[in-house]
């Protein structure tokens, strides 16, 4: 069984530029939400994709945008950095309408905005 | 108001010694999930137990037990015989009926002493 990954582990971007995190959800998983973790602080809720559609979302503004493809695997979009998006993001993936209420998460992106 | 409250920023413990990590949660939903997870300095969150709002018993699972008082509000984890590997941040979470988001307390940070 495949676990969650994510790429890149690392990413230093500049203020103002654009962002592509990936996500490879856990074989057998059809939905992926994203958090947000600032230093010192829980995960943050941004949204969660099931069958290629959004499926709820955080506080957190337009320029926060994802994918899911086919294949389950997702895609975090942010567009125009700021500097407190400097974080780390989680994927994590789960099963919906089979009773399991767990999700597993991938080991982060640490974004760092310059 | 907060979700989540975990009011332990650090706790230390004597290896093989237990230890209960706090947690209260506030919800009007009748129907809710809560979750531990553990976060080791790389940064990958790990599961460790689960206990639904309508489950009689407390969750136990290996060294972990979730000591679950719902009239208070509350959902510690106790984690017996504690492990140098112990040692990381551990995050209360909470699921609301069959809603996406997960919503996560600010962490509390478990240090072993050998």
């Known amino acids: 069984e495949t676990g969650v990954t994510q790429s890149p582990t690392h990413l230093i971007k500049t203020r103002g530029q654009q962002v592509t995190l990936r996500c490879s959800s856990q074989?057998?998983?059809?939905?992926v939400s994203w958090y947000q973790q600032a230093l010192g602080q829980g995960p943050q809720f941004i949204f969660q994709?099931?069958?290629?559609?959004?499926?709820g979302r955080g506080n957190f503004p337009p320029r926060f945008s994802g994918l899911q493809f086919p294949n389950y695997s997702s895609e975090l979009n942010v567009n125009a950095l700021e500097l407190d998006d400097s974080a780390l993001y989680l994927c994590?993936?789960?099963?919906?309408?089979?009773?399991?209420?767990?999700?597993?998460f991938g080991p982060g992106t640490r974004l760092t905005v310059t | 108001a907060q979700k989540i409250t975990q009011t332990q920023p650090g706790m230390f413990v004597q290896e093989k010694e237990a230890v209960t990590l706090d947690c209260t949660y506030d919800?009007?939903?009748?129907?809710?999930?809560l979750f531990w997870y553990k976060q080791p300095s790389s940064g990958e969150m790990i599961f460790l137990i689960y206990?639904?709002?309508?489950?009689?018993q407390n969750a136990t699972e290996g060294r972990y037990s979730l000591n679950f008082q719902k009239a208070r509000k509350s959902a510690n984890l106790v984690i017996s015989a504690s492990q140098l590997g112990d040692s990381a941040m551990y995050f209360c979470?909470?699921?609301?009926?069959?809603?996406?988001?997960?919503?996560f307390g600010t962490g509390t940070s478990l240090t072993v002493i050998p």
């Open positions: 979470a909470m699921r609301e009926g069959s809603g996406n988001q997960f919503y």
């Open positions: 994709y099931y069958r290629e559609e959004e499926n």
């Open positions: 994590a993936s789960s099963t919906r309408g089979t009773g399991a209420y767990e999700q597993y």
């Open positions: 074989s057998g998983h059809n939905t």
């Open positions: 919800t009007s939903d009748p129907s809710y999930g």
């Open positions: 206990q639904g709002s309508y489950d009689q």
